[in-house]
């Protein structure tokens, strides 16, 4: 019962209703920042359903990994 219990928590719909959110292009999850541009268009996967976006603008942190 416990392992269940830690399998749960660590399920993306789990991680989603903790008020995280999914990017997804043409149905696959970004994963980096880098590989969005302006005007890309955009779903936003939440626990409860999705929304479409158009990406304005990216910005990357300073300690982003380069080698990923």
Do not use: C, N, W
């Not at 399920?11 to 999914?22: D, E, F």
């Not at 268009?41 to 300690?63: I, W």
């Amino acid at each position: 019962e416990k392992a269940a219990e830690s399998l749960e928590l660590l399920s993306p719909i789990h991680v989603l209703r903790r008020g995280y959110a999914v990017v997804e292009r043409a149905g696959q999850a970004v994963p980096r920042v880098k590989l969005l541009a302006r005007g890309d268009m955009v779903a936003l996967r939440f626990a409860d359903g999705t929304a479409e976006a158009e990406v304005r603008a990216t910005s990357r942190t300073a300690d982003a990994d380069e080698t990923k």
